[in-house]
């Protein structure tokens, strides 16, 4: 179109934001990845396990799932602030799962029968999640329906944080239990019993 319509001597070329996302290429993919290998690692060292803190990041997926959709629904982009929003949901279902695997380990460690100590977790954990993901969700309601300047940036941060949230708990709730039993008996399989000392 610039060749067809625009002067000899003319031509075009982003600017501001445009030209920032353009230079910089697509980089989110490289920047989640790092944030979930980081997540893995800390987890790895918390549980002293190679198999559980898969259990706590097979809720990321269903929490970016949803953000990518309410984005689609709403007719926003993958932009900046969408991205930031998505660094934030990251985090917190990630604690959210932590808080609930550590339960039903602790349950586990206790004695209690494997499927019986994700159930305990379900159920001790329930109005905890609810609250935490409600709260956040009430708190990014006024950036979903911004209106003036700078609503685009506001809209995408609320509407992929609402939708990564909603998605993301429901996943905490009947899915992550049922991960942690299959992990769970996974390590237990493979991590030999050390004979306790006299």
Same mark, same amino acid.
């Given at each position: 179109?610039?060749?067809?319509?625009?002067?000899?001597?003319?031509?075009?070329? *982003?600017?501001?934001?445009?030209?920032?996302?353009?230079?910089?290429? &697509?980089?989110?993919?490289?920047?989640?990845?790092?944030?979930?290998?980081?997540?893995?690692?800390?987890?790895?060292?918390?549980?002293?396990?190679?198999?559980?803190?898969?259990?706590?990041?097979?809720?990321?997926?269903?929490?970016?799932?949803?953000?990518?959709?309410?984005?689609?629904?709403?007719?926003?982009?993958? &932009?900046?602030?969408?991205?930031?929003?998505?660094?934030?949901?990251?985090?917190?279902?990630?604690?959210?799962?932590?808080?609930?695997?550590?339960?039903?380990?602790?349950?586990?460690?206790?004695?209690?029968?494997?499927?019986?100590?994700?159930?305990?977790?379900?159920?001790?954990?329930?109005?905890?999640?609810?609250?935490?993901?409600?709260?956040?969700? *009430?708190?990014?309601?006024?950036?979903? *329906?911004?209106?003036?300047?700078?609503? &685009?940036? &506001?809209?995408?941060?609320?509407?992929?944080?609402?939708?990564?949230?909603?998605?993301?708990?429901?996943?905490?709730?009947?899915?992550?239990?049922?991960?942690?039993?299959?992990?769970?008996?996974?390590?237990?399989?493979?991590?030999?019993?050390?004979?306790?000392?006299?």
């Amino acid at each position: 179109m610039a060749a067809r319509y625009l002067p000899s001597g003319f031509g075009y070329e *982003f600017g501001g934001m445009s030209r920032e996302e353009s230079s910089s290429g &697509n980089t989110a993919v490289l920047v989640f990845s790092i944030c979930i290998a980081f997540i893995y690692l800390i987890l790895c060292a918390l549980y002293e396990s190679l198999t559980i803190p898969l259990a706590v990041i097979a809720a990321i997926p269903f929490g970016l799932a949803g953000s990518f959709l309410f984005a689609r629904w709403w007719g926003l982009e993958n &932009n900046v602030y969408m991205q930031i929003g998505l660094i934030m949901l990251i985090g917190l279902l990630a604690k959210t799962a932590i808080l609930l695997t550590e339960y039903a380990t602790t349950r586990r460690k206790d004695g209690m029968g494997l499927i019986a100590s994700a159930i305990s977790a379900a159920k001790a954990r329930f109005r905890p999640i609810i609250m935490t993901s409600a709260t956040m969700v *009430f708190g990014m309601l006024p950036l979903m *329906f911004a209106s003036g300047v700078g609503a &685009n940036g &506001n809209i995408s941060v609320g509407v992929s944080t609402v939708g990564g949230l909603l998605f993301g708990t429901l996943a905490l709730l009947f899915i992550v239990p049922v991960l942690f039993v299959v992990f769970q008996y996974l390590h237990e399989k493979i991590t030999p019993k050390h004979k306790k000392t006299v």
